[in-house]
């Protein structure tokens, strides 16, 4: 699976030559631990950010790890992708930026049908529009999700709806926080979840 990081959003990562990651499927022995509050993220999985191998003359490939829901709990998925970095743009950046935009995307038909959900799928493709870092927090403006996903709201939607962020989020080492943005906006994601604007920082770092 290849994607291009060159510093604009890719429309879509295609998702071809999948690893995905499903121990235990029903049995409860798949679900990744988490803080209780909604900054928490699964504590295990691949290892984000360490090359997975490449073709002799082809581009790094690295493992992703996606966060979706199965049974009210997060789980992880991994998938191998090639990065192409630009210059300037940091690994971790390459990395947050093609992971979120895979998240949106939603679930592949397989991971569906092993009882995996998410708020996101086919209305929120497309709608990353940047990722930036200043130093180790990372800044990432969405388009309007509320107009797509207004359920995500609720106090239990906004629960699992930031499980997922966050744990593909702070999956990517080195990356110790994180600012959410809607339209450029802070206080119109945090609206969006009826909290007030906030950094998120990566769980156990406080």
Partial sequence: MREGVRGAVPARVPLVAVLLLLAGCGDGSDRPG????????????????????????????????LTFTRDEAP??????????RSPGISQEESLLRVALT????????????????????????????????RGDTAVVDFGDLQAVIPNAGSSTGSFHFLMELNGTVFAVPGLEAVEYRMDGSCEAFW????????????????
């Fill in 34 to 65: 988490a803080d209780p509050e909604p900054g928490g993220s699964p504590d295990r999985g691949a290892e984000v950010g360490v090359p997975a191998g490449s073709g002799a003359e082809g581009p790094p490939e690295f493992t992703l790890a």
């Fill in 75 to 84: 789980v992880q998925v991994t998938r191998n992708v090639e990065i192409h």
């Fill in 102 to 133: 895979a998240l949106l995307q939603g679930p592949l038909p397989e991971e569906r049908e092993a009882g995996i959900h998410s708020f996101f799928g086919p209305g929120t493709e497309g709608l990353l529009r940047d990722v930036s870092l």
């Fill in 191 to 206: 609206n969006f979840l009826q909290r007030a604007c906030q950094v998120i920082p990566r769980p156990g770092s406080a």
